[in-house]
């Protein structure tokens, strides 16, 4: 029997009802770094939407691993504990809740979108010294140099500090209920600030070859997975391309060789994304389905489980990227936030079973 995108999906011994995932977003709206009622509402109302995966956006494992000061944390217990009755919550709905583990690196210290987007310098008081592969700053269209984010170069010591916040994070994440981890390699964050040479201009074995750029990531990986259960998944968030054709860059080619690197050390999905290293980027355009190729490529090249994202709007769409084979998990950002519940909307249309919610069930629509 051919999977549709209403067919189960099993990694290790976790089980998805189905092969819709939240995409992470991120939402600018924790209090310093803890999670609220905002959080509650979002994840929650895609769960009882009907998602399979409900993923957390960007939550950072340290303070200067954020992008805005807006943005959600996991760097203590206490933040833990405030997140911990919504991944309930989205348990209790049916749904599986994942995190997405990350490090903004250089491209951290600004001020969230809705306020501008702007580089805050490091001795404001809202702002902090960021980290990366480089001691180049994130180059921000319009900003004058004095108003980057000052960057520090990470050495030896600073990378080891960097791996063993993922595992710490990693640790808390599972203690309060969360039964998938996303290492977050995407977008020009922390770790591919590390894997593409457009920003990792290192010469230690950190930087320089292949086997020596993707070092970082995979020491991520194979940390995340020494510290979360044997039964429950790790994702790895990447951008499959720099977009950045004129650059010595990565390229997908370097994705489907990288894929099975970051099975070796413990990734059990690729979740395949695009771009953020640089802001001349050159999109090839944004209409349906335009980063799935890219997923595809990986899955064929590597037999990894990939989640595929990228303007995907239409149930009959993504249900045909399962049934062709194209990925085993879709993955909906902004048509979510259009459509809380887009999921049962999308059985409904494609006459698929759905885990509807208990109250509906019961006819309870009071």
């Given at each position: ?30 209090d ?12 929650g ?150 894997l ?6 290192r ?24 510290v979360?259960?044997?039964?429950k ?42 771009g ?27 037999d ?63």
């Amino acid at each position: 029997m051919t999977d549709s995108l209403f067919t189960p999906f099993t990694l290790r011994d976790t089980e998805f009802r189905n092969r819709v995932m939240l995409s992470p977003m991120c939402q600018y709206s924790a209090d310093d770094g803890f999670a609220n009622d905002w959080h509650r509402v979002h994840l929650g109302s895609r769960a009882a939407g009907g998602a399979g995966v409900v993923m957390t956006e960007a939550t950072a494992v340290e303070p200067r691993g954020r992008i805005t000061p807006n943005c959600l944390g996991i760097w203590s217990d206490e933040h833990a504990e405030a997140i911990e009755p919504i991944v309930d919550f989205v348990k209790s709905q049916g749904a599986t809740p994942g995190i997405q583990l990350a490090h903004a690196g250089r491209k951290g210290s600004h001020s969230p979108p809705a306020e501008g987007g702007d580089p805050i310098p490091a001795d404001r008081e809202e702002g902090w010294e960021t980290v990366s592969a480089t001691d180049a700053p994130y180059p921000d269209p319009g900003a004058a140099d004095g108003e980057l984010a000052a960057t520090s170069r990470l050495d030896g010591e600073g990378i080891d500090e960097v791996v063993d916040a993922f595992a710490a994070a990693a640790e808390r994440s599972r203690d309060v209920g969360f039964e998938v981890a996303e290492i977050h390699a995407a977008h020009g964050y922390l770790l591919h600030q590390f894997l593409s040479p457009v920003t990792n201009d290192r010469d230690d074995e950190y930087g320089g070859s292949f086997e020596d750029r993707t070092r970082l990531v995979r020491e991520v990986v194979a940390a995340v997975r020494d510290v979360w259960p044997d039964d429950k998944p790790v994702f790895v968030r990447i951008s499959a391309t720099d977009w950045l054709p004129e650059h010595d860059s990565w390229d997908a080619d370097d994705s489907v060789r990288l894929a099975p690197l970051l099975a070796e050390a413990g990734a059990d999905l690729i979740d395949v994304s695009g771009g953020g290293i640089h802001p001349d980027q050159q999109l090839p355009g944004t209409g349906p389905g335009y980063q799935v190729p890219y997923a595809e490529a990986i899955r064929e090249g590597t037999d990894v489980p990939v989640a595929a994202v990228g303007g995907i709007t239409e149930p009959t769409h993504a249900d045909a990227l399962v049934r062709n084979g194209r990925a085993d998990l879709v993955a909906l950002g902004r048509e979510m936030l259009r459509h809380p519940y887009w999921p049962l909307e999308a059985a409904h249309e494609l006459g698929a079973d759905a885990d509807w919610p208990v109250q509906y069930r019961r006819g309870r629509f009071d």
